[in-house]
């Protein structure tokens, strides 16, 4: 496989689908209700039609995944995995903290990934077993110690309403326990983040592939330790989402499990 090629295309990709953003951002007037709390503008679909328009035209038997066009067929063993705006309520109240975000899997693995923040102008790459980088410089995790003197960043699932108790209970119980909790509004950046030490944890429950593909790459790269809130490996279908520097991840398995949920 031209592992190059792939980097290559998927950056190219980023960037027009980060173009499509920042020529959108303040400017959007047509934002659409997936759910309650789940939006769609036109900077989704449109930096989305460019990212696909890219990778087709270089790879045009690929399969894909992407958030709003969900799965266009091909070769099932080489598929993209694209969130063309992760952050679209920041991005909708005009808040610059989203990204474009493109996974490429191979035979079911994630083996790139790129996270593109277009209004700071951050490109995180990460090739498996490559290691990760930010605009060329090696990224890794902090070495905190213990979960008293790190910085945690969380997210809420659109539905959060629905299971406010359980949402708010790991809330609580790390927010106690920690030197502080943030709550930024773009997994893929969270993940970034954590993978370049600026956070030492991140958790998150009900995520899609889209949110976490390149960032659990980028993160597992950088030295990170990723896996649900059962402590097993994490891949982008389940349910939850674990990512701390390593050193704090038991005690942090400790403070999501609640009592009677083995594991969440």
């Given at each position: 496989m031209d592992f190059d090629a792939i980097r290559q295309t998927a950056i190219a990709a980023a960037h027009q689908g980060g173009a499509v953003l920042r020529h959108l951002f303040g400017r959007v007037t047509d934002v659409?209700?997936?759910?309650?709390?789940?939006?769609?503008?036109?900077?989704?679909?449109g930096s989305e039609k460019a990212i696909i328009a890219t990778i087709r035209g270089v790879f045009p038997s690929h399969a894909i995944l992407a958030e709003e066009s969900g799965s266009i067929a091909g070769d099932p063993d080489r598929v993209w995995i694209i969130d063309p705006l992760d952050g679209t309520t920041n991005f909708t109240h005009g808040l610059p903290f989203f990204a474009v975000s493109i996974a490429f899997a191979a035979s079911g693995q994630i083996v790139v990934g790129i996270v593109l923040d277009p209004i700071g102008g951050a490109l995180y790459l990460a090739q498996k077993e490559r290691g990760a980088t930010c605009n060329g410089r090696t990224l890794q995790v902090s070495r905190t110690d213990?979960?008293?003197?790190?910085?945690?960043?969380?997210?809420?699932?659109?539905?959060?309403?629905?299971?406010?108790a359980r949402v708010s209970a790991r809330f609580d119980r790390c927010l106690l326990a920690a030197q502080g909790v943030r709550r930024l509004g773009a997994a893929s950046l969270d993940?970034?983040?954590?993978?370049?030490?600026?956070?030492?944890?991140f958790w998150e429950e009900k995520l899609k592939p889209w949110d976490t593909a390149a960032g659990m790459l980028i993160a597992r790269e950088s030295g990170a330790q990723v896996t649900d809130f059962a402590n097993h490996p994490y891949e982008p279908e389940q349910p939850s989402i674990l990512a701390t520097n390593g050193v704090i991840h038991s005690e942090m398995l400790g403070l999501l499990n609640l009592e009677g949920e083995g594991g969440g």
């Open positions: 659409r209700h997936k759910g309650v709390a789940d939006l769609v503008t036109e900077a989704d679909t213990q979960v008293s003197q790190s910085l945690l960043v969380t997210g809420f699932a659109y539905d959060f309403r629905e299971n406010g993940l970034c983040r954590v993978a370049c030490g600026q956070f030492d944890g």
